[in-house]
């Protein structure tokens, strides 16, 4: 959208690297933070933030923190914002009652983009910059303007998605209205079932303004069509012209087709802020996933009644308390306005699956052009992609002349040698290929450091971008329903000679997946890692056997906890070093 590359600009002027200085007094946050899922994350969200302000690629004078969640049950983002709002107390006392605060829920596994897993969606790469930015940069860059007008408060935003908008040369998003203020962007139903819709109050109008303020009647969580027509959520997109209604991932709505208004950050004022904080230190010990969108939102609004408090229809996990916390939710807030920044001319873009980000990052997507997104970003490699269509795309790594990359693949932090040939829609990441090898089509195939028994050891995992790492089973009986790259999991347990018992499984017994699956091999060196993986991978794809019992086996489970995140961060230092001297080199020879 036009705004995006002045923001961008904006953004590069204030970070340390341009001038060293710390950012004047409400030019910028005062509090960047960052929710991490448990302890290893939350040292590894600590190292790539302190790594970033050495290099001074952050704006200084920033107070930046990373709060993890409680150990124990899972808290949802709903839980993460209770537990910040409680870390910024115990920092700050009274004091950040005259905050501006930016919370970023990144406390994920990143189970659907697992090459985020290790390092955090926060931090994923992204094809564009010198040195390469990161979503962490894009949040930072695409908020710039909301500081200056907003009220002391929280904003609330997601570390996998991206909003971009256009306004008025002289109009601002403000937030300095009482209660919640959320941003809304047109999308089709279907867009709509699976996301938060706002049922906006009547409004008076002409025509539709880019940037309009409008207050909510009552928020609906992931409905269903008839529900959005039901509840009046639905608008006909006759004042709109064609161009208007692009939805960001989601095709361009039609002329006079239906739409409505989906959901994605939202601000709440210091003092709900505090109401909230003092519902939680009341409760003490939080032992259920609570929703941020859909338990906070939901409360909100003159429309609002207690019904969403007992559906448990978009519930990942059904906890005995769920219902009791979401009442009581429910009654703390209800009353509380929501007011709605209606962004007419604005796009809403999700990366955190592994088609999302193939899709963005290697097809003709309006992402892409928005973003200047490039096909060759910081990288040596000579072979120049197609320029119309799906192209590779090639973050931060070096590759030999003689590697081939097929199209609608991605390749980042890696090296490849000159006999390495990806196939297409592929990901490779953090991986080192000197050998021959092949990366079969829809390949998915990422190396991780780990520090073992004090020793430092690899681990690839591998498997197909479409591979569901979520779907667990109960039993070992159906692991039958599992699949690997398209494949019955118990044949390839077969193909690999891995005998099926419980100890094949890591952590929950009663929860088999892909993801607590022990069947990838530690190595000694980062080459023989990818290299021993990819056999793994060819002997199912080949239906040729390869066995893995003279390995040890971990599960991507296990690797998160032995990873060593010193090492993948030096290891991606090498690279950018290897291509900044590559890069001095090749200016000198041509002056």
Same mark, same amino acid.
């Given at each position: 959208m036009q705004n995006f590359r002045s923001y961008f600009k904006a953004?590069?002027?204030?970070?340390?690297?341009?001038?060293?200085? $710390?950012?004047?007094?409400?030019? @910028?946050?005062?509090i960047v933070a960052i929710t991490a899922a448990d302890e290893k994350q939350e040292l590894a969200y600590k190292q790539q933030l302190s790594e970033k302000l050495k290099k001074k690629e952050l704006p200084l004078g920033v107070q930046y923190h990373v709060f993890v969640d409680p150990a124990g049950a899972k808290i949802g983002n709903g839980g993460s914002t209770l537990c910040a709002l409680r870390c910024l107390e115990k920092l700050y006392g009274d004091k950040w009652n005259s905050f501006t605060i930016l919370l970023i829920h990144s406390g994920g596994y990143s189970q659907r983009l697992p090459n985020a897993s290790a390092l955090g969606k926060i931090f994923t790469?992204? $094809?564009?910059?010198? $040195?390469? %930015?990161?979503? !962490?940069?894009?949040?930072?860059?695409?908020?710039?303007?909301?500081p200056s007008h907003m009220k002391p408060g929280i904003l609330v935003t997601c570390a996998d998605d991206i909003e971009l908008y256009s306004v008025g040369e002289c109009e601002f998003i403000r937030f300095d209205k009482p209660g919640f203020t959320a941003l809304a962007h047109p999308s089709s139903l279907t867009v709509g079932t699976t996301h938060g819709v706002f049922v906006l109050e009547p409004f008076n109008y002409l025509a539709y303004k880019d940037l309009e303020y409008r207050c909510c009647?009552? @928020?609906?969580? #992931? $409905? /269903?069509i008839e529900q959005m027509h039901h509840f009046n959520a639905v608008c006909r997109a006759g004042n709109f012209s064609h161009q208007d209604m692009a939805g960001g991932d989601t095709t361009p709505l039609k002329l006079e087709s239906e739409y409505v208004?989906?959901?994605?950050?939202?601000?709440?004022?210091?003092k709900t802020a505090k109401k909230l904080l003092a519902f939680y230190e009341k409760i003490g010990t939080l032992n259920c996933e609570i929703d941020a969108y859909g338990d906070f939102l939901q409360a909100l609004g003159p429309g609002a009644t207690v019904e969403y408090t007992r559906n448990t229809s978009n519930v990942t996990k059904e906890e005995a308390e769920l219902t009791d916390i979401r009442q009581r939710i429910f009654h703390l807030l209800k009353g509380t306005s929501l007011n709605v920044?209606?962004?007419? #001319?604005?796009?809403?873009?999700?990366i955190g699956t592994t088609e999302e980000y193939l899709f963005h990052f290697t097809s003709e997507s309006s992402l892409k052009s928005e973003l200047g997104l490039q096909s060759i970003a910081f990288s040596i490699f000579s072979t120049t992609p197609k320029c119309s269509g799906n192209t590779s795309c090639i973050i931060q790594s070096i590759l030999d002349s003689g590697c081939s990359v097929a199209t609608g693949s991605v390749v980042e932090y890696s090296r490849l040698g000159p006999n390495v040939s990806v196939g297409e829609n592929c990901i490779v990441s953090g991986c080192s290929v000197i050998t021959e090898a092949v990366l079969p089509a829809d390949s998915f195939v990422c /190396? !991780?450091?780990? #520090?073992?028994?004090? %020793?430092?050891?690899y681990s690839t995992m591998a498997f197909g971008v479409q591979d569901n790492l979520k779907r667990n089973v109960k039993t070992l009986s159906d692991i039958k329903l599992l699949q690997f790259f398209g494949v019955c999991?118990?044949?390839?347990?077969?193909?690999?000679?891995?005998?099926?018992?419980?100890? !094949? @499984?890591?952590?929950?017994?009663?929860?088999?997946?892909?993801?607590?699956a022990r069947i990838f091999p530690a190595c000694s060196s980062l080459s023989d890692s990818v290299t021993t993986s990819l056999k793994m991978l060819n002997a199912v794809r080949n239906k040729s056997p390869f066995s893995l019992n003279k390995y040890k086996l971990l599960s991507i489970e296990e690797m998160l906890i032995y990873k060593d995140v010193e090492d993948m961060i030096t290891y991606r230092e090498q690279i950018f070093l290897e291509i900044t001297l590559n890069r001095k080199q090749f200016d000198l020879e041509a002056s």
């Open positions: 953004f590069v002027n204030l970070h340390g690297s341009s001038s060293g200085k $710390p950012v004047a007094a409400g030019e @910028f946050w005062d790469a992204l $094809p564009f910059g010198n $040195p390469i %930015y990161q979503m !962490l940069e894009l949040k930072l860059a695409m908020y710039i303007d909301f009647h009552r @928020f609906l969580h #992931k $409905p /269903s208004y989906t959901d994605s950050l939202f601000y709440m004022d210091h920044v209606v962004l007419n #001319k604005s796009k809403f873009y999700h /190396s !991780l450091s780990l #520090k073992m028994n004090g %020793y430092l050891k999991f118990l044949s390839c347990l077969n193909i690999w000679n891995l005998k099926v018992t419980e100890e !094949l @499984f890591s952590g929950n017994k009663t929860c088999l997946s892909l993801w607590n």
